[in-house]
């Protein structure tokens, strides 16, 4: 076993993961910190950035703690950290303001209208590859203009998880490419650089960051964070991305032509092409790699319903996961007759629809928890169809689908992916995620001979079960109508839920 390792970190929705690794790729220790976000206003989604690194620093010192205990050099250390990301901060990188979250938090939408006005949509479509949507940073920074005057004139800076950790350890204010890509209407996807009127039109006053690739060394460790984390001084720190396109590396699905699939809190697609491509309903961005560029796509929940439906069953005593897994199986697809819309915190590709709203239809009274979680899964599932659909008719389609996430575990709600969508699903041997693929940038940017084919190698494939085609091919057919027939309604209970939205503290 090699003496030096690696330390990769991801800041996530619901939890801060951290890993230590050999530079064999042999994983020999990881930690977890939960977290939740803030839900104070429907359609806001907040996190404080000074608890990301509060909970990187208690994560890494268990983890330096492993390496000093087995007489290991710690040679790099990598971040990732969910994304797109909007922390305000100041001159000194205070934060001046909680986060505001990526595409889940749907506040400015009268930001995004009010730019598609001015600028043109065929323009923003044309130099940053996609319209504005809720998950776009851009609008974001402008709604606290708008709506936070006062704080907004106290920021000069801002920040997404991965970047906040790397100014942390090093002091450099560094942004990777891919994050940069999706701050639209700021960043040019031709040219690869910040489109600088643009930014002084929505962000007036808003320093924008060094840029650079995700398996670029950012800067090396400070003596004030090697104090908080136990780090050497001087490590180098690797910059890192947006925690999908990390997990597409940590599962080696980031070469042209494959696409990743990540079964997270929300589930994200990511498609690699040689050049930018677009499509009205999807998302063309920047690679996280040199000579890449990607199309991707992500729907606003996925975990995080499922996270949800074992909620209403008993709080802190709700069941483990394996159960209503075991439940879902034994309801048989179908889920006995019910058809859900996982619409719970609106819905971002391909609908692109921050008002749609979740839906259980066929309801009854011998209905179990069972058919519900197994309604879920399918429900997610569709929702993979509908954006594979989508991609396909942007003349993407795959050669190579890999999983990642903590939902790939068990093996059910991938089955379903694939019997619904029809599709094979590549099955690597770690699936750990974003903190990994941190980990292995990590060890590649101080050692070329570092590949993630030793580190992670596929070690099964996922195939569907073609006797289900013609029955789920019904049954979405089913998912796609119900929302054309009640998006009237819940666009209706959307905006009564706004009305009724407490103000904020």
Known sequence: MSDRCVIGVDVGTSSTKGCLVTFDGVVLATEVRHHSAHRGQVGHVEMNAEDWWVEYCSVVQRLVAVAMSRHLTIASVGVSGMGPCVALAND?????????????????????????????????????????????????????????????????????????????????????????????????????????????????????????????????????????????????????????????????????????????????????????????????????????????????????????????????????????????????????????????????????DPEARGVIAGLTLTHTRGDIYRAALEATAFGVKHNLEQLALAGVIPDRIVVAGGGTQGGLWTQIVSDIVDIEQVVPSVTFGASFGAALVAAQAVDGDVSVDTWNPPVAAVTPNETLREFYDERYRRYRELYTQTADIVHYLAGEQRSQMPARP
């Open 92 to 352: 000194s990188g205070a934060p001046t303001r909680p986060a505001i979250l990526y595409g889940i938090d749907t506040r400015a939408s009268e930001q995004i209208a009010r730019l598609h006005a001015k600028l043109g949509i065929d323009e923003i479509v044309s130099r940053g590859g996609s319209v504005l949507t809720s998950q776009a940073a851009g609008p974001k920074i402008a709604w606290v203009k708008d709506n936070e005057p006062e704080i907004y004139a106290r920021s000069s800076r801002f920040f997404m998880p991965a970047s906040w950790l790397t100014w942390n350890l090093t002091g450099e204010y560094v942004l990777d490419h891919q994050s940069a890509s999706q701050c639209w209407p700021l960043y040019d996807i031709e040219s690869r650089q910040w489109h600088r009127p643009w930014a002084e039109l929505i962000a007036p006053g808003i320093e924008l960051p060094r840029l650079a690739w995700a398996n670029d060394v950012a800067g090396f460790v400070s003596q004030s964070a090697s104090f908080a984390t136990g780090i050497p001084t001087g490590t180098p720190v690797v910059v890192g991305s947006i925690d999908a396109w990390m997990e597409a590396i940590s599962v080696g699905a980031h070469r042209v032509g494959d696409l990743l699939l990540m079964y997270g809190s929300t589930m994200f697609l990511v498609a690699t092409t040689s050049n930018p491509t677009r499509h009205p309903t999807l998302w063309s961005t920047s690679g996280a790699l040199p000579d890449t560029w990607s199309l991707a796509g992500g729907m606003a929940t996925s975990g995080a319903t499922t996270d949800w439906i074992r909620s209403l069953w008993g709080g802190q005593s709700a069941p483990e996961f394996g159960a209503l897994m075991d439940e879902a199986t034994n309801s048989g697809a179908g889920a006995n007759g019910l058809l859900m819309l996982p619409y719970f915190a609106g819905e971002r590709t391909p609908i692109l």
